[in-house]
């Protein structure tokens, strides 16, 4: 399919160390994709759903110890330590590829071994990048082709001589002992061995798309980030764009996708998704930033997503779609997961492949962090710009995380550095995205603790820097949709009525709407959040708006430490004259 020799060598290569029986090479035909499914089917590695309701749909359940990604055993491969930073687990390259070669040795014997070439972003845009991975299973292939465009197009456009990003991908024996997702920067190479889920193995997203990326974004003057985009279509017809960054399974996918609620979809108010995941970021050269999304589907969270929370994301899944780890319905071959209906059915399997009966059942049907992988057409408010080789121009950045305390609704910091202080400083609650305890506050700056391929100190210098180059930046804002009530009750209804809180964010961004100065930055007044058609009271509101300074010296002081005793080195004067400047504000 190619003569670029160094696709031919990285392939050669990897088949010497797996040594797989047979080798396919991914062209990316409808015909292909139908036999890999029709095999995955025969072999039970895929479920064929019924294919009135769901056609072309599919569900996969993995090893009940393969869930979610493994933040402990994510290593980026730098020559020195203190290159790789506090946030992530380092070993030098050598120890890296012995580690994952032994591992990996042999182990694709009597299987088959396919090639996915593949594009992250359109083939042709100066944005895009084209990665290979090689695999031993069907079931990242059929993600792969959903996630990412695949095919021999990405070949050609490699040419003879073309660079691309080596991704190797065994499963091996899902030995979460011996399970390792490592990251070469300088070579440009992913190695993932003993895993079989999500962003452990769909090597393009987040070993791709955010940790190499992020690498060559420092590099080459560009920034790769863990964002949705979304465009905002005004009642005049005008349409401003949004990048915004949370943390795991926090509100991306959702907010990328909302509907507003009525009084503003009568007024003329629509949101168009141009993605729920990741972003990349250039400067153009009207001084602006623009953003494209490298994906071209959603690996979405499936509890909790439903006919009223995210139904644009429920129609995505409606064909096409691969699920993983959610409740199978026996009764009519259908998929469910909690918080999908109050409807949970009674004659069903588990995603452990347990029978279950959601009626009498205590314990969940489908993991906490099950997915579905769903094309972005399918998605109903797609937006027209999705397949755009330029992106889009960002009039706003919103950082926000999962907070039950301390952090408002929304504040808008008071310019670009200030911007990427409030970014360094994000805490949030974890979630099932990551193995390990949920719920606990941590430190997870911009969204990309576990994703920054470098030192973190260097990624908030690159952002200071990118800053010196942009004319016209975007606002920087963060918000916090999960404040919470004495009962744990979220006290921001949240999903739709979160456009509510876009619209102060754009009037801002248009100088139409004036704020409150506080210690933290600028916060709504609250008669500026339009509260139509929401029965909510004013006084919960301003509840959720207020900054606590003794809160917030307390937070201040928390993040010194965290400046000081983790990141410890190379933060930006920058960020330490807002820390001081907090400190200051917080006593006033
Ligand atoms: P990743 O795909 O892991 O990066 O997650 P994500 O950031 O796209 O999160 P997603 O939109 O899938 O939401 C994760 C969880 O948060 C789901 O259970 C949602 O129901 C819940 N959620 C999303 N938005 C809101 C909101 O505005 N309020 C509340 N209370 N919950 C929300
Ligand atoms: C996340 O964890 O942020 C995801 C899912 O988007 S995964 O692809 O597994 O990283
Ligand atoms: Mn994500």
Known sequence: MTNNKKVLQFVEESVALATPANVVWIDGSQQQIDALRAEAVSTGELIKLNQELLPDCYLHRTAVNDVARVEARTVICLPKEEDAGPTNIWKSPEEGYKTCREIARGKMAGKTMYVIPYSMGVVGSEFSKIGIEVTDSIYVVLNMVIMTRVGKMCLDALGEDGDFIKGFHAKCDIDEENRWIMHFPQDNTIMSVNSGYGGNVLLGKKCFALRIASYLGREEGWMAEHMLILGVKAPDGTKKYVAAAFPSACGKTNLAMLIPPKSFRDAGYEIECVGDDIAWIRVGEDGRLWAVNPENGFFGVA???????????????????????????????????????????????????????????????????????????????????????????????????????????????????????????????????????????????????????????????????????????????????????????????????????????????????????????????????DLTGLDYSVDTLESILAVDKERWAAEAEEITGYYTNTIKDRIPAELWESLETLKKNCKA
């Open 303 to 529: 509890p909790g997503t439903n006919e009223k929370s995210n139904p644009n994301a429920l129609a995505a899944t409606r064909k096409g779609t691969i699920f993983t780890n959610v409740v199978q319905n026996l009764d009519n071959n259908t998929v469910w997961w909690e918080g999908l209906d109050k409807n949970p059915p009674e004659n069903a399997i588990d995603w452990k492949g347990n029978p279950w009966n959601g009626k009498t059942s205590d314990v969940k049907g489908a993991h906490p962090n099950s997915r579905f992988t769903a094309p972005a057409k399918n998605c109903p408010c797609v937006s027209p710009e999705f397949d755009s080789k330029t992106g889009v121009p960002l009039s706003a950045i919103i950082f926000g995380g999962r907070r039950a305390t301390t952090t408002p609704l929304v504040y808008q910091s008071r310019d670009w550095n200030h911007g990427v202080f409030v970014g360094s400083i994000m805490s949030s609650e974890t979630t099932a995205a990551a193995t390990g305890a949920v719920g606990v506050l941590r430190h997870d700056p911009m969204a990309m603790k576990p994703f920054i391929g470098y030192h973190v100190g260097d990624y908030f210098q690159h952002w200071i820097d990118m800053g010196k180059k942009i004319s016209n930046p975007p606002k920087i804002f963060n918000v916090n949709w999960f404040r919470q009530g004495p009962n744990g009750e979220f006290l921001w209804p949240g999903f739709g009525d979160n456009m509510r809180v876009l619209k102060w964010i754009l009037d801002r961004c248009d100088g139409k709407v004036e704020a409150r100065e506080t210690a933290i930055g600028y916060v709504p007044y609250a008669k500026d959040i």
